[in-house]
């Protein structure tokens, strides 16, 4: 019997060896993913934030230009009805 028993014992040390394998590689993989998560939210933060920051730059170059070609149109209609 203890011949018997010896294979048997070996598929068992062999399954716990695996499930001990493939939890260490599912917590691995969850590891990552809860990273890639974290990364991803705060990327889209930041971008969210430099995107703010270009509107209210554009707002500010569209009003500048709309300033600097009102000057320049009231100079020009000075000259001319002047």
Same mark, same amino acid.
Not at 28 to 35: G, N
């Given at each position: *019997? /203890?011949?018997?028993?010896?294979?048997?014992?070996?598929?068992?040390?062999?399954?716990? @060896? &695996?499930?001990?394998?493939?939890?260490?590689?599912?917590? !691995?993989? $969850? $590891?990552? /993913? %809860? +990273? #890639? &998560? !974290? +990364? %991803? *939210?705060?990327?889209? !933060? =930041?971008? /969210?934030?430099? &995107?703010? $920051?270009?509107? @209210?730059?554009?707002?500010?170059?569209?009003?500048?230009? /709309? =300033?600097?070609? +009102?000057? !320049? #149109?009231?100079?020009?209609? =000075?000259? +001319?009805?002047?």
């Amino acid at each position: *019997m /203890a011949g018997q028993e010896d294979p048997v014992q070996r598929e068992i040390h062999q399954d716990w @060896a &695996n499930r001990e394998y493939i939890e260490v590689i599912t917590s !691995s993989i $969850k $590891k990552i /993913a %809860d +990273f #890639l &998560n !974290s +990364f %991803d *939210m705060s990327c889209r !933060s =930041r971008l /969210a934030t430099l &995107n703010e $920051k270009l509107t @209210a730059l554009e707002r500010r170059i569209e009003y500048i230009e /709309a =300033r600097v070609c +009102f000057k !320049s #149109l009231t100079r020009v209609c =000075r000259t +001319f009805f002047v």
